[in-house]
């Protein structure tokens, strides 16, 4: 019993020609691949946006620290935002208190519980209240002022790496389908005409009969495959015309000879043909042998 796999390889074959199943197959393998591809693309845009903002962050930390260990004459050009900044600058004590902050965290507590040691930096992630609940990359930084001991905590949004993650994979969705139907067409249009030549041939040989065996099958210009197709199949065709004269020349001799009869060789040919004629051809007979008597000895 055939498995539903199998019959429906044979509907599809039986249903769908070679251009459509080319344009089918190509339009697949584009897809897989797109797919692919693009899972790879998102991947990467995503840890080269998420490394953007881990390095902007650091370098604002940075900032911070140097001013803090110059006795915080640069702190406040330090914690001034730039124009479409969403960052959240802290400064925290050893007690934990914020001493110094950008305009962006308001009032609030502290954005981070982390607080490392003098000259290191930790980093974590944690969605914030202070700007509608959104996910932010925070890094902490340790450092030691004539005051005491500092924390530095700088808050990156992640809503740059969301929105650019969104956009190419928005962007893949639209150019995906688009470039796999694009394929797929062309694949449907180029088949098409590589097959054009194919279909001259098979209109050419349905006119070929037992009456026309000289006509032959178009050869197309370029020397590719299909064209040695056709030499084969007109040589083919030349050895069947030359089999078939031959197998009518036979014909007709063997009609010749059974219309006229040749002269007997042998004085008892006349006797031994009329004993061997069958009786239905007893008039036939008589005649042979009525000839052989008059022929001269």
Known sequence: MRSPRRRLEELLRERL???MRSALAAAAVVAIASVLSG???????????TQNVNDSTSQ??????????????????ALRPSP?????????????????????????GPISPLRPPPGETEQERRRLVVDHDDMFLIVATGVDTAAGRRTVLVGQSMDEVN??????????????????AVVGVATFLFVG????????????????????????????AMADEIAALATTMNTMLDRIEDATAAQR??????????????PPSTPGWASSSASTCPRRRSRRCSACTARAAAWPR
Not at 66 to 72: F, I, S
Not at 84 to 108: C, E, F, K, W
Not at 249 to 262: G, K, T, Y
């Open 39 to 49: 899972i790879a693309l998102v991947v990467a845009a995503r840890i080269i946006l």
């Open 84 to 108: 479409h900044d969403r960052t959240i600058v802290q400064v925290v004590d050893a007690g934990g208190r914020v001493i110094a902050a950008s305009a962006l965290a308001g009032g609030s």
């Open 193 to 220: 005409r590589t097959l054009r030549p194919v279909e001259a041939m098979r209109r050419q040989a349905d006119t070929i009969t037992a009456q026309n065996l000289h006509t032959r099958l178009p050869v197309p």
């Open 17 to 19: 020609g070679v251009r």
């Open 249 to 262: 020349r036979f014909v007709a001799d063997a009609s010749h000879e059974l219309r006229s009869p040749s």
């Open 163 to 180: 929105d650019g993650t969104e956009a190419t994979i928005g962007a893949l969705a639209i150019g995906l389908p688009l470039l796999t």
């Open 60 to 77: 604002r930390a940075t900032q911070v620290t140097d001013a803090l260990g110059e006795g915080g004459a640069g702190l406040t050009a």
